[in-house]
């Protein structure tokens, strides 16, 4: 069987390059990508994969193999919807199966499908949402989940949603949840764990939120709760505990930057933009 994956976020982020390995600061469903393509080229040698692409692949993805392909096409404007419509409709790439491991899929696909939908969080809190991702998301994947063989999500909640909202059968969405990613070297890293805090100016004890900073991922309520637990609670009133919190700044973001300052813990509550994947764990 020949799998056909659409592999866009996996090399593409809104969030750039990281300066020091050049690589795509991944995050979210760019992550979810990339480790779905490094995990399916371990364990699966049967199967021919094309892996295909706005860019040439990242040096951090699999090599080419006998049965691992990357196929670069283009115009990357719209590329999921439209270039890789025009790839099927003219039939340059065959394949039996098609997944994109995001919300969309090509407007033209004369195969079977399966699609990742991670939640559908823009249907209940849309004004989190900038315009033009709002109506991306609400009428690409309408189109998208209606049009695919099966739904991939993370969670049975999700599920329950996806199936409410677009009017799915059950047997149609699958819940598979996200994988652990494997850590390399940990006993050594946690051996410079002093050096590590040092470097991004941690002192103490700490608590740590890692994601993207915008209004759906309700970090202005975590400094609230954060400033409360300093003031009422007897045990760690005069810790001195921080609240650290890594993430690019995604959009809508004024308010999360305020909210410190709002309730009083400027000086306990840390902001470390990107962080990266050597230092995380």
Not at 161 to 168: A, C, E, F, R, S
Not at 266 to 278: A, M, N
């Amino acid at each position: 069987m020949t799998i056909g994956i659409n592999g866009y976020e996996a090399v593409i982020s809104r969030f750039g390059r990281d300066p020091k390995t050049g690589l795509p600061r991944r995050v979210g469903s760019g992550e979810y990508c990339f480790e779905l393509l490094v995990n399916l080229n371990k364990i699966d040698k049967k199967n021919q994969y094309i892996i295909f692409l706005p860019k040439a692949p990242t040096v951090d993805l699999p090599n080419s193999s006998d049965n691992w392909h990357y196929k670069v096409i283009g115009p990357r404007r719209f590329w999921t919807l439209f270039a890789l419509s025009i790839e099927f409709l003219f039939r340059r790439s065959r394949v039996d199966i098609f997944f994109s491991p995001a919300h969309y899929l090509p407007i033209f696909l004369p195969v079977k499908s399966a699609v990742s939908v991670l939640d559908i969080s823009y249907i209940h809190f849309p004004k989190l949402f900038k315009k033009k991702d709002l109506y991306q998301l609400k009428n690409w994947t309408a189109y998208s989940v209606k049009k695919a063989s099966k739904v991939l999500t993370i969670s049975h909640a999700s599920k329950g949603d996806i199936i409410k909202t677009y009017g799915l059968p059950e047997s149609k969405v699958v819940v598979a949840y996200p994988g652990i990613r494997e850590i390399s070297n940990l006993k050594s890293q946690i051996s410079n764990m002093d050096k590590i805090k040092k470097k991004y100016g941690i002192e103490g004890d700490y608590i740590l939120f890692v994601g993207t900073l915008q209004p759906r991922k309700n970090i202005v309520r975590l400094i609230q709760a954060f400033a409360e637990l300093k003031t009422q609670n007897s045990k760690i009133k005069n810790k001195d505990i921080e609240l650290i919190i890594v993430g690019k700044k995604g959009w809508l973001y004024e308010e999360i930057l305020e909210a410190p300052k709002k309730f009083g813990i400027e000086d306990r509550v840390k902001f470390l933009d990107f962080v990266s994947d050597e230092d995380l764990p």
